[in-house]
Nanobody, 123 residues
Framework: VRLQAYGGGLVQAGDSLRLSCTDSKPTFSNNGVGWFRQAPGKEREFVASISWRGGTTNYADSVKGRFTISRDVAGNAVFLQMNSLKPEDTAIYYC?????????????????WGQGTQVTVSS
C-alpha cells in the first residue's frame, strides 16, 4: 500500500478544500481509512475515519458538521471535504490505512501512512 494525500493549499477562513487520498496499489479497498493532522508543535491528532465500505464514519468533535469523509465506489480513493475552514485547522493532513476494515481514532490502529499535504487557513 502506498498512500498519497493531496489537495491541500492556502485558503481563507470560511473557505473549503477537498483532500484526496489514493492508493497506488489498490489494496486499501478492504481497509478502513483515517485522516489525521499535525500542527506545528503539536501531536498528530485524529480528524475522521471511514470503514472499508464507507458505511461507518467517525469524526473528531472539532470538525463535526464541517468536514465530511467519503470514499469512491471502488474503494481506492478517500476524500475529506472540509468546509467552513478555521485558522485552527491549519496543519499537515495525513491519510492512513487501518489495520482492519474499520477506522479508528487511535494512531496505533493504522498500518500504512501517506505523505501529508499542507493546509493553511488564514484569518
Amino acid at each position: 500500500v502506498r498512500l498519497q494525500a493531496y489537495g491541500g493549499g492556502l485558503v481563507q477562513a470560511g473557505d473549503s478544500l477537498r483532500l484526496s487520498c489514493t492508493d497506488s496499489k489498490p489494496t486499501f479497498s478492504n481497509n478502513g481509512v483515517g485522516w489525521f493532522r499535525q500542527a506545528p508543535g503539536k501531536e498528530r491528532e485524529f480528524v475522521a475515519s471511514i470503514s472499508w465500505r464507507g458505511g461507518t464514519t467517525n469524526y473528531a468533535d472539532s470538525v463535526k458538521g464541517r468536514f465530511t469523509i467519503s470514499r469512491d465506489v471502488a474503494g481506492n480513493a478517500v476524500f475529506l471535504q472540509m468546509n467552513s475552514l478555521k485558522p485552527e485547522d491549519t496543519a499537515i493532513y495525513y491519510c492512513a490505512a487501518s489495520r482492519s476494515s474499520y477506522g479508528s481514532s487511535d494512531l496505533m490502529g493504522y498500518r500504512y501512512w501517506g505523505q501529508g499535504t499542507q493546509v493553511t487557513v488564514s484569518s
